[in-house]
């Protein structure tokens, strides 16, 4: 059964950093495109970052510089490194896995496209 794990979330001070962790369990990354998305109390939610089977990455424009998404194929697991966290990074953070082939630089921003999907895991940035 194809399961994705979300971790590493919680209360953090603006300007400070965390790194969430997405484990996949019952497939293998190679052939799968995944994706972070937020959702933030009375809002829609919205794709973050993004890899592909091949590695290429995408960043929603609020984030680039800040944010960087990294894949561990052995471990199978992704990473979301999030530094000079703001407040309006505030949201519950998901993940998501979306087949694709090996090598393929596919992975948009979409949540329609992806089709499996994590519990989510808290993000509060607060003084």
């Known amino acids: 059964q194809l399961k994705l794990v979300e971790s590493g979330g919680g209360l953090v001070q603006p300007g400070g950093s965390l790194r969430l962790s997405c484990a996949a369990s019952?497939?293998?990354?190679?052939?799968?495109?995944i994706a972070w998305f937020r959702q933030a109390p009375g809002k829609e939610r919205e794709g973050v970052s993004s890899?592909?089977?091949?590695?290429?990455?995408n960043y929603a424009d609020s984030v680039k510089g800040r944010f960087t998404i990294s894949r561990d194929n052995a471990k199978n697991t992704v990473y979301l490194q999030m530094n000079s966290l703001r407040p309006e990074d505030t949201a519950v953070y998901y993940c998501?896995?979306?087949?694709?082939?090996?090598?393929?630089?596919?992975?948009?921003?979409?949540?329609?496209?992806?089709?499996?999907w994590g519990q989510g895991t808290q993000v509060t940035v607060s003084s």
């Open positions: 998501a896995a979306e087949i694709t082939r090996r090598g393929s630089s596919w992975s948009p921003l979409r949540a329609g496209e992806y089709a499996y």
């Open positions: 019952g497939f293998t990354l190679d052939y799968y495109a």
């Open positions: 890899i592909s089977s091949g590695g290429s990455t």
